[in-house]
């Protein structure tokens, strides 16, 4: 008995050695799998980005071959148009050389100003540089206006304005996400495109150059749809400088003659500080006024209100745009360069006048932050001298 208990004690041994090596075992296994995933997570994040990057690649060429299909395109019809003056010169019946042989000289004119005349219109008409003045003269086709950007939209309402109004917003959008969009689109029903887009490129630094081109791509895309393209100014945001994108847009605008809506001026103060009450809590993105204020920018251009925008608050704006940033503002961390208002309240007057009432009211002129308070510190002023 002693024996085969010693026996049965001796395999619980042998036992229980197995299953600790088995043990050991899958835990080796389990860590060499716990390895093999993380060198495959490391080689699938690689790989998307490499993806990544392939694909904003092959955006770049694609935004490229646009460009060189419209270089053919324009060479292509120069190239017809030449051909068609050729064939109408080589129309002209030999009458017509003979009879001006025989005819008076005024007559002669006459005949050489006819014939040359649709020549030189078709010339006319040729674009001065093909590449910004694309479809200027074709007529406009739709009735409708399309209002297309980033998320700096998303607080219209398009129930509150003319029922010809459309709205468009992608958010985050760049300008080459909304160049995407707008190819995508069937822009026949609109006459009208007011494009606001920008603040993202500006947030996260993209090259200068390849944003005025794509957006130079966006603008000839929407008049080769027979649309009108109005360009709506970049807004300013906390944290970053917007105003050399907003100046190379506003210079784009113009060589391109292209309607541009100037917004920057209209939601800071004279001091650059960005205008708090305009702005949600991220200071980005527009708040009920803040939209009311970009779209009343837009209404000086085209209608797009149904009724009276709300002027109020709009009013009170303006009005502290003449003070001092001790109101409530967003900080940037950048300064432009300094811009000599062109308002100048009467305080600011170096007159005697003036200078009579600080001495009585004991007023420090460079405290002063507006008319009123000068005016109303003048009159108790002039009432204490009175008693």
Known sequence: ?????????????????????????????????QNVN??????????????????????????????????????????????????????????????????????????IFETEQPINADLIKQP????????????????RVLIAGSSVLKGINPSKLKEYIDVHVHRGANVLDLYDDIRSMDLSSYNTMIIHVGGNDASSKMNIQQ???????????????????????????????????DTILKQMCHHNDVKFISNYESFVYKD????????????????RYGTIKLLTNVNKIIKVFKGKPQQYHLNQQNRNRFQSSGHQYYTNNFRRSPVKPIYQSRSNMNTTESRRNFNHSGVNTKNVKDRNDLNMNSRDSWETIMR
């Open 1 to 33: 008995m002693q024996i085969l208990n010693d026996r049965m004690t001796a395999l619980a041994k042998v036992r229980m050695q197995h299953d600790q090596q088995s043990m050991d075992k899958m835990q080796d296994i389990e860590v060499e799998i």
């Open 38 to 111: 993380k060198n495959l997570d490391k080689k699938v994040n690689m790989l998307q980005g490499k993806t990544q990057s392939i694909s904003d690649k092959i955006k770049l060429y694609e935004v490229e071959t646009v460009k060189l299909q419209k270089s053919f395109m324009q060479v292509e019809n120069l190239s017809n148009q030449c051909t068609q003056m050729l064939d109408e010169v080589q129309t002209i019946p030999k009458t017509t050389f003979e009879n001006l042989l025989q005819e008076p000289i005024h007559e002669q004119e006459q005949l």
């Open 128 to 143: 001065q540089n093909p590449v910004y003045d694309t479809q200027l003269k074709l007529p406009l086709s739709g009735s």
């Open 211 to 245: 944003f005025v081109d794509i957006y130079q791509d966006i603008i000839n895309y929407v008049r080769s749809q027979n649309c009108r393209a109005i360009v709506s100014g970049i807004l300013p945001r906390i944290q970053c400088d917007v105003t050399e994108y």
């Open 272 to 287: 650059d500080h960005i205008a708090k009450s305009f702005c949600t809590i991220d200071g980005i993105h527009l708040n």
